[in-house]
């Protein structure tokens, strides 16, 4: 075998180590994903049974009248124009969801997410309405 040979066959080797490694480290990241999103959806469980108007005339009723934020790297005030989110987190003030974040681990929390979302603009519109 010529010395070109040889390292061709010696480079193949260390790519094929190479990309082992990398299978094992996607399968280390893939178990600690399905971990975090085991609790991010214990964290948002809440959501299944979550009726917003309900939920908003009982705080209201105790004179609670924070909107729900969903915590990223700005709060999020769903169902509040953007441009007022200043206006009315002064005004209302501000509660954070629990199980909110940016960060999706898998289909099923993202599922949870978008009711989570849906959930909180239902409510701040309840609210904002008894708040301005």
Same mark, same amino acid.
Not at 45 to 60: G, I, N, S, T
């Given at each position: 075998?010529?010395?070109?040979?040889?390292?061709?066959?010696?480079?193949?080797?260390?790519?094929?180590?190479?990309?082992?490694?990398?299978?094992?480290?996607?399968?280390?990241?893939?178990?600690?994903?399905?971990?975090?999103?085991?609790?991010?959806?214990?964290?948002?469980?809440?959501?299944?049974? =979550?009726?917003?108007? $309900?939920?908003?005339?009982?705080? %209201?009723? *105790? +004179?609670?009248?924070?909107?729900?934020?969903? &915590?990223?790297?700005?709060?999020?005030?769903?169902?509040?124009?953007?441009?007022?989110? =200043?206006?009315?987190? $002064?005004?209302?003030?501000?509660? %954070?969801? *629990? +199980?909110?974040?940016?960060?999706?681990?898998? &289909?099923?929390?993202?599922?949870?997410?978008?009711?989570?979302?849906?959930?909180?603009?239902?409510?701040?519109?309840?609210?904002?309405?008894?708040?301005?």
């Amino acid at each position: 075998m010529t010395h070109t040979g040889r390292n061709i066959i010696i480079s193949c080797l260390a790519g094929m180590g190479f990309l082992s490694a990398c299978n094992q480290e996607d399968a280390v990241s893939d178990q600690g994903n399905a971990k975090k999103e085991a609790r991010s959806m214990e964290a948002l469980a809440w959501v299944e049974d =979550a009726r917003p108007e $309900a939920d908003a005339k009982a705080a %209201l009723a *105790r +004179g609670d009248t924070r909107l729900f934020g969903i &915590a990223s790297r700005v709060t999020v005030l769903p169902g509040v124009p953007s441009d007022q989110y =200043a206006t009315y987190t $002064a005004r209302c003030g501000v509660k %954070l969801l *629990r +199980g909110s974040g940016d960060q999706v681990y898998g &289909a099923r929390q993202l599922e949870r997410m978008e009711k989570m979302t849906a959930y909180a603009k239902r409510y701040n519109r309840i609210v904002m309405d008894a708040c301005r």
